[in-house]
């Protein structure tokens, strides 16, 4: 049973547009989400994280959402760049095990130039 | 810096046979996991150590087994190899310490492609 959904295994996007990834978790005992980046034949890279005490993080171009309540998270990409396009994976673990991350399956992000 | 190295980069073994991949972390972390990717699977988590102790597990079977060594090297074993075991697998380290404190976030090596025949 997957904990951590992302329902669009694909999104395509405009060069300049907003790129919005989203990501649905159905443990309410997550406390730390994560997003990666992955290019392919390397390995995911950290993109940028949030605590379930905040709503919103940004960094740079980057801006992640919580809710709550909802049980969703969002990544935004503000303005989206070729070099965008990549498979982003959001994670989640729990207060009690940090170091265990579960993963979503991936949205894939096409930036079109 | 040097990053997560894993090796080999590509394996291709026989159904039955058994395999072992190495990971060697960023220097100074000293928590290592292991995670399989499949296409449409995302992640899958195999198991996080830390100081040579395996603290967390995920859901596969115990043909999958791992180790860390003292100098936070860590090796991940699979025998009596499936088909269904081809996969990227891919190591990561994070400089988390003690259980509670908050993950830096991994790094992650490029992986070992493992293909059964």
């Known amino acids: 049973d997957q904990q951590v959904k992302q329902n669009s295994p694909s999104l395509s996007v405009q060069e300049g547009r907003i790129s919005i990834l989203n990501c649905d978790y159905t443990?309410?005992?997550?406390?730390?989400f994560l997003w990666y980046k992955k290019y392919p034949a390397e390995g995911p890279t950290f993109l940028i994280s949030?605590?379930?005490?905040?709503d919103k993080n940004e960094d740079g171009r980057f801006t992640v959402f919580l809710n709550k309540s909802a049980k969703h998270l969002s990544l935004h990409i503000v303005p989206s760049q070729p070099g965008d396009s990549a498979v982003y994976f959001c994670?989640?673990?729990?207060?009690?095990?940090?170091?265990?991350?579960?993963f979503g399956p991936g949205t894939s992000l096409s930036v079109i130039p | 810096k040097a990053g997560v190295t894993q090796t080999p980069r590509y394996l291709i073994k026989t159904r039955g046979q058994q395999v072992t991949l190495s990971c060697s972390p960023i220097s100074g972390h000293r928590s290592v996991s292991w995670y399989q990717q499949t296409p449409g699977q995302g992640l899958q988590f195999l198991f996080e150590y830390f100081s040579e102790t395996q603290r967390n597990k995920g859901n596969f079977p115990g043909r999958f087994s791992g180790r860390q060594f003292s100098n936070s090297r860590s090796e991940m074993n699979v025998s009596t190899l499936e088909l269904g075991d081809s996969a990227l697998y891919l190591c990561?380290?994070?400089?988390?310490?003690?259980?509670?404190?908050?993950?830096?976030?991994?790094?992650f090596g490029s992986g070992t492609r493992l293909t059964v025949v």
């Open positions: 990561a380290s994070s400089l988390a310490r003690d259980r509670g404190e908050l993950p830096y976030g991994y790094t």
């Open positions: 994670a989640a673990s729990l207060k009690t095990s940090y170091d265990k991350v579960i």
């Open positions: 443990n309410s005992m997550f406390d730390y």
């Open positions: 949030i605590s379930s005490i905040k």
